[in-house]
């Protein structure tokens, strides 16, 4: 099982970015992917997550309607979509699956490094 999360970068304030998870190796229609990040010094926390079908999606209070989380089960990718960004939004950010049901999330991606700067 693999998960690459991918596109982030260096971002002004106000900025956006859109970073992709690449799902392989599981039946991916059957996952939640979740979408978590950790800022330097801090614990890691969730971002939000989308549900295996992607009619439902979640978001902490901190990136509601700035944030956006997409997948497309025929391509087995999910997306983030960042809008506003802040400062505060710096971090490394990774994607992670988990089983319909499941409790805990099972595989987790590597990480890309979002960081936003003037």
């Known amino acids: 099982v693999q998960l690459q999360a991918s596109g982030g970068g260096l971002v002004q304030p106000g900025g956006s970015l859109r970073l992709s998870c690449a799902v392989s190796g599981l039946s991916f229609s059957s996952y939640t992917v979740g979408w978590f990040r950790q800022a330097p010094g801090k614990d890691r926390e969730s971002v939000g997550s989308?549900?295996?079908?992607?009619?439902?999606?979640y978001y902490v209070d901190s990136v509601k309607g700035r944030f956006t989380i997409s997948r497309d089960n025929a391509k087995n990718t999910v997306s983030l979509q960042m809008n506003s960004l802040k400062p505060e939004d710096t971090a490394v950010y990774y994607c992670?699956?988990?089983?319909?049901?499941?409790?805990?999330?099972?595989?987790w991606g590597q990480g890309t490094l979002v960081t936003v700067s003037s």
């Open positions: 989308i549900t295996w079908s992607g009619v439902s999606s």
């Open positions: 992670a699956a988990r089983r319909k049901f499941g409790a805990a999330y099972d595989y």
